[in-house]
């Protein structure tokens, strides 16, 4: 979910983006989960309760389940299997498919129209049809409606509009190759016209009613229950229902599912916890899933900044990094490096950081100091700013100061600071701080998600610097012609072959340049008891509720 923002404010799309998805890490470090199976009328039991319904727990709030204002993790988590998008993805890939829509898009020699057939025989979960008209209607009112996802349709369609009874003609401002990507979007789902209005700040934040596997049976904010919608028009859940109640500590979650009272242990423990879960699976009777994710971790690096304004000293500080040391000192092992903004799960992505720069090589970057005036008469003060309320990056911080000093005593000082998270955004794109620990989940899963909002510069030069836009929101001020031309390219290329290489160059510019330096992936674990079957996390990170069973 690509955004720089800070929620409830009306803010770029670049803004946006950044500010929710470090709620989001800050939220993932204290997921929890307790549940107490509920059956769709009445009664409760633990997991081990033989009723085919399966209990899941988080402490991530769904504070709406409006899909045009829903613009975060756990609710997209929801509305992905209480709705249906115009595509999806095959399920265990990244192959994109028709969901609402049965075939891809007929798209415009210009690319600006795209024409999308769509499913006949759908209904709503209050029995209306779905048709044209319906997914018109919806998504005029995610633009219109103004939540927090809005840009994501707004800032790309001119016009949307029912072209048949059952064909869709969307017009988009300019070519936008990563459409279709961006359709799967799980705000993306229609819902039926006659129950939701049009108009800004019109949502419906504890009901829901679209066309999915599930209907919504119970929504308060310690308990949501999903009953199988019996009139679905695709495969239908493999159990009786989901059963979800929200408490508070990650050590719940973790008592709570090693006593059986769960089904299903889903999202971030701490990495103790994950560890004793994992080493003892086979003694407990519970499954391991282990995946990769799609957020990315990275340091930017304020390039109006002075020495930052000197390329070899950033790629110095990319020498500096020790990859392998954070994730054994910090994660335990339970990150996945990475050595490009894109991550590891795409196939076009290429290691240039560790290619270019390795893991820890300080005699590269004393070099590369050198080559700039650094030394121990000349040192360089570099500072560390992250959010306050992020542990996780406290503990990044503190162990590159250590590795850092050590090696390249006299010459580096490492200054680890702090701020809370709501002042660090007010300030970013204010050239405050000289280099900050972030992290990105993108909207959708497209290359363009990890390049354009970080590379891209609406106003500046090489000699000033980004003046408006992305980066500049981002806090790195990186200007490029040549970033700005392969942006653009990539976004009017349909043809995948020269799209993906036009990323490759990005990457290998971004390896040059230096805005930003890649750090690590989270991976994600989900813990689930023996009875249970057909739990897997998606390549996209989505969770399928209705292929599990027990």
Not at 122 to 138: I, K, L, Q, R, W
Not at 388 to 395: D, G, P
Request: hydrophobic residues 40%.
């Amino acid at each position: 979910m690509d955004r720089f923002v800070f929620r409830g404010a009306r803010l770029s799309q670049g803004r946006r983006s950044l500010l929710k998805f470090l709620g989001l890490m800050s939220l993932c470090l204290i997921f929890a989960v307790s549940c107490s199976p509920r059956s769709s009328t009445s009664g409760t039991g633990g997991a081990a309760a033989n009723n085919g319904r399966v209990t899941i727990g988080t402490t991530l709030k769904a504070e709406t389940l409006d899909p045009a204002d829903a613009y975060r993790l756990f609710p997209g988590i929801l509305l992905y299997n209480l709705g249906d998008r115009l595509y999806t993805y095959k399920p265990g890939t990244t192959e994109l498919v028709p969901q609402l829509a049965t075939a891809m898009p007929e798209v415009s020699g210009d690319g600006l129209t795209y024409k999308i057939p769509l499913r006949e025989g759908v209904t709503f979960h209050d029995g209306t049809p779905f048709n044209a008209e319906a997914m018109a209607f919806s998504m005029e009112r995610f633009m219109e409606n103004n939540g927090s996802p809005a840009f994501l349709l707004s800032e790309k369609i001119a016009s949307v509009k029912a072209s048949g009874a059952n064909e869709l003609t969307i017009t988009l401002q300019q070519p936008f190759a990563a459409f279709p990507a961006l359709l799967a979007f799980s705000g993306i789902t229609p819902v039926p016209p006659k129950t939701y209005e049009k108009g800004a700040g019109k949502f419906k934040p504890t009901t829901f009613v679209g066309t999915g596997p599930y209907k919504l049976a119970e929504f308060t904010p310690t308990v949501i229950r999903l009953d199988p919608y019996e009139g679905y028009w695709g495969e239908k859940p493999a159990n009786k229902g989901i059963d979800i109640q929200v408490i508070s500590s990650a050590a719940n979650l973790f008592n709570t599912f090693k006593s059986k009272g769960l089904d299903i242990a889903y999202q971030t423990l701490d990495p103790d916890q994950i560890r004793s879960l994992t080493s003892t699976a086979q003694q407990g009777g519970w499954q391991v899933v282990e995946a990769g994710s799609t957020s990315v971790n990275f340091m930017t690096l304020n390039l109006k900044s002075k020495p930052l304004d000197n390329v070899k000293v950033r790629q110095a500080i990319a020498a500096m990094v020790d990859r392998n040391l954070l994730n054994e000192r910090v994660f335990q092992g339970q990150a996945e490096l990475i050595y490009s903004l894109l991550p590891n799960t795409f196939p076009i992505y290429k290691p240039v950081f560790k290619d270019k720069y390795g893991d820890g090589d300080f005699a590269k970057a004393k070099t590369l100091l050198a080559e700039a005036g650094i030394n121990e008469a000349n040192p360089l003060n570099l500072e560390i700013w992250y959010s306050s309320n992020s542990t996780v990056r406290n503990l990044v911080a503190t162990t590159l100061k250590a590795s850092i000093e050590q090696n390249l005593k006299g010459i580096v000082n490492v200054i680890p600071n702090t701020v809370e998270s709501a002042t660090l955004f007010d300030n970013l794109d204010k050239g405050t701080y000289p280099t900050t620990l972030l992290d990105w989940y993108p909207d959708f899963y497209d290359a363009d998600t990890y390049m354009q909002p970080f590379l891209s510069c609406e106003k500046g030069s090489a000699a000033t610097g980004c003046e408006v836009g992305q980066s500049q929101l981002g806090g790195s001020f990186f200007f490029s012609d040549r970033a700005n031309q392969l942006i653009a390219q990539q976004r009017a290329e349909q043809n995948p072959e020269a799209r993906n290489a036009l990323f490759n160059q990005l990457q290998d510019l971004l390896a040059e340049e230096v805005p930003y330096i890649p750090l690590w992936q989270n991976k994600d674990y989900l813990f689930a008891q023996s009875s249970v079957q057909g739990v897997t996390i998606q390549p996209t990170q989505q969770f399928l509720l209705w292929q599990i069973k027990k």
